[in-house]
């Protein structure tokens, strides 16, 4: 094992603002946890382009190791429930937030947060899926779980192009939904109709403020948008169909009305992928594996080094990225 190892940091940078920085690790830096993970593959969700930007303010405390997801081996274990060698991984659970996270050769994690990597899956396909992938997988869970209907009108994704949009119309499409795309960038209509997205929304149509109930024109709906976009797919919904939100691309407001649950019985079900309980994560990961075609996750993703991760993470904020990336640590 070597000595030293490099990791991505959030730090001070003065004046309320923070940057990241490569610093050199030793695995005495590291927090005193049960389970030592060396990481093979990490990502970059939204929430990592906010933090290594500097454009959000993710980080509790400074320094902090960015980073929200990781794929690795288990090196030592003082939990019997993993041993060394185990495949594991660990979305979320506060990682770059209020815990050290996966930016970095090694890291030491809380054994209750670690899952085995699922069996149909490398460590760079589960990290091609990451957050944003298992939070589709938790979105479209929670449609099933309503009751959705396959036969009916189509289920709206918004976010079409990015992480979790990508892959929740994969798993939609696959599952039989008729899905209808949002996005703002038409150029990937051809990407989004090979993912299963069956028709395409001007994200514009969804961006102003609408009445309060509209034509009933979807099933259901995964939103990663928030804002007017969310209160007009509400206000659009069908008679009893629900909406999975768990985004704010287009900001935290939510400029509806009580009338699509009211008069409709519309559903807003709540989406939150950090704290998730292990049985839900169970359940999306499964999902995921018996529904996302492997051949089209392949579309879904491009690799990338280390050294990448702040040109990658400028990239996400700038809406240039589409679908997911894989970072090899
Ligand atoms: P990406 O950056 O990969 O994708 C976001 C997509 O949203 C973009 O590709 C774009 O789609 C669309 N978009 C961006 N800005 C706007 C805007 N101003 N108005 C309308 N649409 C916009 O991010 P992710 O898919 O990883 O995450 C999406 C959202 O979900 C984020 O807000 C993130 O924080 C949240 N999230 C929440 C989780 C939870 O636990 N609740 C977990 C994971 C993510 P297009 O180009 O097609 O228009």
């Given at each position: ?135 589709a ?17 189509p289920v709206l994704v918004t976010g079409a192009a990015g992480g979790v949009g990508s892959v929740a119309i994969a798993l939609l499409s696959k599952?039989?939904f008729p899905v209808t795309a949002v996005t703002g960038r038409p150029e990937t209509q051809e990407y989004l109709g090979k993912l299963g997205a069956t028709a395409f929304l001007d994200r514009a149509e969804l961006a ?9 024109s979807w099933?259901?709906g995964v939103d990663v948008v928030?804002?007017?976009t969310?209160?007009?797919v ?15 691309a ?43 075609d492997?051949d089209l996750l392949g579309t879904m993703y491009s ?15 700038d809406n240039q990225i589409r679908g997911r ?5």
């Amino acid at each position: 094992m070597s000595d030293t190892f490099n990791a991505l940091r959030i730090v001070d940078a003065g004046d309320r603002k923070t940057r990241a920085e490569v610093t050199q690790m030793t695995l005495a830096d590291l927090p005193d946890l049960p389970v030592l993970v060396e990481i093979s593959h990490s990502t970059v969700n939204y929430k990592d382009g906010l933090a290594v930007s500097g454009k959000g303010r993710i980080a509790r405390r400074l320094p902090m190791t960015a980073g929200i997801d990781l794929a690795g081996t288990v090196v030592e274990s003082a939990s019997s429930d993993f041993q060394p060698g185990d495949k594991v991984i660990v979305n979320g659970w506060g990682l770059s937030e209020t815990e050290q996270g996966a930016y970095s050769k090694f890291q030491r994690v809380k054994p209750e947060w670690l899952l085995p990597l699922p069996e149909g899956f490398s460590p760079e396909q589960a990290m091609a899926i990451g957050t944003a992938g298992y939070t589709a997988g938790l979105c479209v869970q929670a449609l099933l779980d309503w009751g959705t209907p396959k036969d009916g009108a189509p289920v709206l994704v918004t976010g079409a192009a990015g992480g979790v949009g990508s892959v929740a119309i994969a798993l939609l499409s696959k599952l039989g939904f008729p899905v209808t795309a949002v996005t703002g960038r038409p150029e990937t209509q051809e990407y989004l109709g090979k993912l299963g997205a069956t028709a395409f929304l001007d994200r514009a149509e969804l961006a102003e403020a609408g009445k309060p109930l509209q034509a009933e024109s979807w099933a259901g709906g995964v939103d990663v948008v928030g804002n007017h976009t969310l209160a007009n797919v509400l206000a659009q919904t069908c008679y009893g169909g629900a909406v999975a939100a768990c985004g704010l691309a287009g900001g935290p407001a939510l400029p509806g009305t009580v009338m699509p649950h009211i008069l409709r019985g519309v559903a807003l079900l709540g989406v939150d992928s950090v704290m998730a309980p292990r049985a839900k994560r169970v359940a999306a990961w499964d999902l995921l594996d018996k529904h996302l075609d492997r051949d089209l996750l392949g579309t879904m993703y491009s690799v990338h080094g280390f050294d990448e991760l702040p040109k990658l993470a400028e990239q996400l904020m700038d809406n240039q990225i589409r679908g997911r990336v894989v970072v090899e640590i």
